[in-house]
């Protein structure tokens, strides 16, 4: 079995200690997976885990729990825990759920956006522009991850905004891999900075136009990688 790629490390921030080490664990490994950090198949041992994330191991396993919940991980009982692997069935489905959830978490944040809001967009979007032009994919790939954020918590449905958030995670690790070319990245970012400007202008019907076809040109960009492989 091929070794495990570690976690990067990181320095906690001050007010870490104070909060749940589960959701510390959660967060790291989450944004490990999602960045692609920790590629499909990957295996997870709660013992590696704990010694690289410096936490104990019930923490650690309570982190891999929601992330199974969430469909990051997949757990096979009595033999192992991975970093999901989806299928292209599974891909596109999560894509189909996209298409009839961000259209609408764009259209709800035109309407209910704070000015903070739209300026954090604003300023991940700037920033994913910064990363594309010098082919950073991490800078990149972080960068998208605050815009997404400030977009589903623009959305004053929360739970369509969680939900939303969830299903953009479990295959943000595709467009960050090598298989991505950088004019997709670049498109990519472009389809993001149409559907913030229409949310700076309060323009709902724009930001519902913008979001579908953003998810609709991602659906075609990994149709085809798929069928190309």
Request: net charge positive; proline share 6%.
């Amino acid at each position: 079995m091929p070794s495990r790629p570690a976690i990067r490390p990181r320095s906690f921030r001050s007010e870490e200690p104070r909060r749940l080490l589960s959701v510390v664990a959660y967060e790291r490994l989450r944004d490990a997976i999602t960045r692609g950090d920790l590629p499909p198949g990957t295996p997870l041992a709660e013992n590696t885990l704990s010694a690289e994330l410096n936490i104990s191991r019930t923490p650690v396993r309570e982190a891999l729990q929601q992330l199974a919940q969430e469909g990051l991980v997949q757990v096979i009982p009595g033999r192992a825990v991975t970093v999901a692997a989806p299928s292209m069935e599974e891909v596109m489905n999560v894509v189909h759920l996209r298409s009839l959830l961000e259209p609408e978490v764009a259209r709800l944040a035109a309407v209910s956006a704070s000015m903070d809001d739209i300026a954090a967009m604003q300023r991940a979007v700037a920033d994913m522009g910064e990363a594309a032009a010098a082919g950073d994919r991490t800078r990149w790939s972080q960068a998208d991850t605050r815009y997404h954020e400030a977009l589903c918590g623009a959305c004053k449905n929360t739970l369509l905004g969680r939900l939303a958030m969830q299903m953009r995670n479990r295959i943000h690790y595709m467009i960050n891999d090598p298989q991505t070319a950088p004019t997709r990245v670049r498109s990519c970012t472009d389809e993001h900075q149409f559907i913030a400007d229409a949310i700076a202008r309060r323009d709902p019907a724009a930001a519902e136009s913008a979001a579908r076809e953003h998810i609709g040109k991602l659906r075609s960009s990994l149709f085809e990688r798929f069928t190309h492989r």
